[in-house]
């Protein structure tokens, strides 16, 4: 029999995180963006959200809660990370924006030199270095280790030439993480570096994709003679798929945000039940042939996400890295995200389609149909579901090789 309550260190770590909450969360940002009468652009660039949020950010580098499980000589608080879930949770139920490092932050405190963890950690906790991921390129995605950019030896610097693609971010990012090849000779899986690179380095040029959501968080990135220090090789030289394949381990189990998943169905059975009741044909519940019990379904997957997620940070609890593990946690909460948003907007009936925020007609300021584009792309991102089904009959079940 699991027990899933708190033991009585957690509870009162759960207390002390409640009232840092209501004590510094910064009443600006309290109000949900469906609720909030101002567009995206207005939002992001009103001066009290955005004194807010810096506020709020340095309430928390101040609790070294922006990266709690690191040690504090790093600028985090030393967390479990139960303690860690227990923030995570509430920072999701207040509706507060998320503030955590990137991933290469965990995979440098893993596989990084004390050098390179000084260097690189403090930074990331106090906002000041933005991160992108360069492992894509044109023919090289699922099978990543195929990967063809070229880093040669030249003194104390790696001389990078190639080309990354879908590089999220590339365009304010200040700094990448990407996976280059050392050595053409060796195996495919051998031969890979895992460099940090500065964005500003002569030699990058960031091209934008624009995705169909309209949304433009995609770019091609071109090296051309880029100079990066031997000392920002991650990990052995021509050993980095293994420290690649920490990151995306952690990246595939942050993925998940079930209280977050949680917070979302709340609100749309909210607004469902008060458009019901006043006759605004927004809504469908109630209508012959709706599908509600869909929604009671997404509520039971809820439920099983959070699982999900406890058995991550049950064997992080224990030291453990998770990989079959965290292409469960990572296949189940993207592909629940695409089914919450076709539940909403079969619930929500014509008006679920519209996506101007606003069009006095749209249901919750558009979020339901942005969010049934933008879902597509979390189940190829991080690695397709085929993959990450792959992952887990291999390695989790044991099955042989396809
Ligand atoms: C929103 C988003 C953000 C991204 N951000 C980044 C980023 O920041 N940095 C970065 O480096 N990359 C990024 N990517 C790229 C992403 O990692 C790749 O798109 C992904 O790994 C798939 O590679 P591919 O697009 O080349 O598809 P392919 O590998 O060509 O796959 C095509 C299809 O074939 C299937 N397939 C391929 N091989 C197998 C197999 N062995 N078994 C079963 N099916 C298989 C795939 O599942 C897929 O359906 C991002 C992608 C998205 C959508």
Known sequence: MVDFSDSPEQAEFRVEVEAFFEERFPEALRISSSDDPRTQFERAQAPDRAAATKEWRNALVEKGWIAPAWPEKYGGADLTPMEQFILNETVAEAGAPRMGVPDVGSTIMVHGTEEQKAEFLPPMVRGETRWCQGYSEPGSGSDLASLQTRAVRDGDDFVINGQKIWTSGAHVANMIFALVRTDPEAPKHRGITYLLASMESPGIEVRPLVQMSDAQGFNEVFFEDVRVPVKNAVGEIDRGWYVGA??????????????????????????????RDAGSGRSRLGQPGAPRTELADRYIEAAVAKTLSQRVISMQSRGLIPN?????????????????????????????????RENKWSPMRGRWATMYLSSVSSTIAGGTSEIQRNVIATRGLGLPRG
């Not at 079959?324 to 993207?334: H, I, L, N, P, R």
């Not at 076709?342 to 014509?350: E, N, V």
Request: glycine share 10%; hydrophobic share 35%.
């Open 246 to 275: 920490t990151h995306l381990d952690f990246e595939r189990s942050s993925i998940g945000n079930a209280v977050g998943q949680q917070r979302m169905l709340d609100g749309l059975r909210g607004f469902l039940q008060e458009e």
């Open 324 to 356: 079959y593990e965290a292409s469960m946690t990572k296949v189940f909460s993207t592909e629940f995200n695409q089914r919450i948003a076709r539940t909403a907007t079969k619930l929500l009936g014509k008006y679920g389609d519209i996506r101007d």
